[in-house]
């Protein structure tokens, strides 16, 4: 859900947010005063040795990643990324939050054998500017605009509206939505681990913040044929999730 561009430290405030429940809009100005800390940490997306590192892993110019930290995937969960795909040579990697992910998950792929990134994002603008983005590197992706509905039920505020979703995933990969809907929001992506192959990876990112690891607690009560592992490198910590059977 990030631009090429810097990103200001409050998030992109959105008609979704502002029609929230007065009972979302409470959790979320309680959870702000408790996960101030990560939020801080979040301005600081990695060093510039490890950016110049995930590049060169790419084939990438140093500059096709301009700017990281605040909203914006820091270089750990990049290059953890990367590391699934050279690993597993998906078929079918999906993002829920288009920007520095799409960039890097497309060009690990076209690296590693090819296959299909399938991108949604809740903002329209977003989707056309990194669709124009990896365009100028030689990348593709499908990518759509899925406006926000209400979500599924035993979840909170709302989630993506898709107009259409892969039968079979090999890599998903959580960015989004803004925990400033709900601290919970991103739980509601447990609604496409059915469609995960068995050995396909989940990675969440900023998983060490208190509302995902509430959700992490709630998916492996939910499902026992995942093995969920936080891994609490670069700033924000990233949840491992990988489907046993």
Known sequence: MTTRHATGFLPRSSAEALAARLSDRMTVMAFALIQWPWLLRSLRGGS????????ERLDLPADALPSLGSW????ALLHRIVDVIERDRPAVVMELGAGATSLVAAAALRRNGGGRLVSVDQHADFV????????????SADMSHAPLAPAPAGWFAQWYAPRALPDVIDLLVIDGPPWTLHPMVRGAAETLFSRIRVGGTVLLDDAARPGERMI???????WPNFEFTLMPDGTKGTLVGTRRS
């Not at 914006?72 to 270089?75: E, I, L, Q, V």
């Not at 992490?216 to 939910?222: D, S």
Request: proline fraction near 0%; charged fraction near 35%; hydrophobic fraction near 45%.
């Open 48 to 55: 510039k040795a490890s950016k110049r590192a995930l590049m």
């Open 72 to 75: 914006k995937a820091d270089t």
């Open 128 to 139: 056309d500017a990194t669709r124009d983005w990896l365009a100028d590197y030689g990348l």
């Open 216 to 222: 992490a607690a709630r998916w492996r009560q939910a």
